[in-house]
């Protein structure tokens, strides 16, 4: 069965410093996501990205966020200037969207990033 | 706000036992997903509906638009089905907007 790809699985960075999630979706679907889960937390949507730009974003998806999709396989998050409450668990998700109707939603198995 | 509000938080069952989870939102949506989150924390999709009644294997999902409310069911539960069940709802709009989640129930299965 198709999978969405996350890398790292785990990563401890300094207060300040950047990091990109990366993800990659499966291959013939066109919408991607990125989420994330504060520990004991709801899961919680940062952004959406379709046709190579951001189609809808949350309150939490500030200027020290970014997207982008490289090439045509990665889909990458970076945090420009990690603070302690970046710390969580970031789910990348894909999904196809055929006749009004998503099909095919898929997580990937998350990065687990903690800031120190 | 739109909010996605699941029941109950936590449920403790036996082996056997008939499980139904609920979840109930407050705006028209277009779609609706039941997640399993094991402890290692991946999310696995379980179903997508928009209307009626789908089934696989043990597991039922049923939602009823116009009371907006949905529910997960789980026949002869097994050890194995303790997870926590989420409930997340795409609301009308299109289709790139991201799926609003319910807090989760906690589910665990004693032999």
């Known amino acids: 069965e198709p999978e969405v790809t996350q890398t790292p699985s785990h990563q401890v960075t300094q207060m300040g410093q950047e990091v990109i999630l990366r993800c990659v979706p499966i291959?013939?679907?066109?919408?991607f996501y990125w989420y994330r889960q504060i520990l004991g937390q709801k899961v919680e949507f940062l952004v959406s990205?379709?046709?190579?730009?951001?189609?809808?974003k949350s309150e939490i998806f500030d200027d020290q966020f970014s997207v982008e999709r490289p090439d045509g396989s990665n889909f990458t998050l970076k945090i420009r200037s990690t603070k302690l409450e970046d710390s969580a668990m970031y789910f990348c998700?894909?999904?196809?969207?055929?006749?009004?109707?998503?099909?095919?939603?898929?997580f990937g198995s998350g990065t687990r990033l903690t800031v120190v | 706000k739109n909010e996605v509000e699941q029941s109950p938080q936590n449920l403790t069952a036996q082996e056997g036992e008939f499980i139904t989870i609920n979840c109930s939102y407050s705006?028209?949506?277009?779609?609706l997903h039941w997640l399993q989150q094991h402890p290692g924390g991946g999310i696995v999709s379980l179903f997508m509906?928009?209307?009626g009644k789908k089934k696989h294997g043990r597991l039922i999902a049923t939602i009823n638009i116009q009371e907006k409310h949905s529910s997960l069911h789980i026949t002869a539960s097994h050890p194995r089905d303790s997870a926590v069940y989420i409930c997340?709802?795409?609301?009308?709009?299109?289709?790139?907007?991201?799926?609003?989640f319910g807090k989760g129930t906690h589910l665990i299965i004693q032999p």
């Open positions: 997340a709802v795409l609301y009308s709009g299109g289709g790139a907007d991201g799926l609003t």
């Open positions: 291959s013939n679907h066109l919408y």
């Open positions: 509906l928009s209307s």
């Open positions: 998700a894909s999904s196809a969207y055929i006749s009004r109707q998503v099909y095919g939603y898929t």
């Open positions: 990205f379709y046709n190579n730009e951001i189609s809808e």
């Open positions: 705006v028209g949506i277009s779609a």
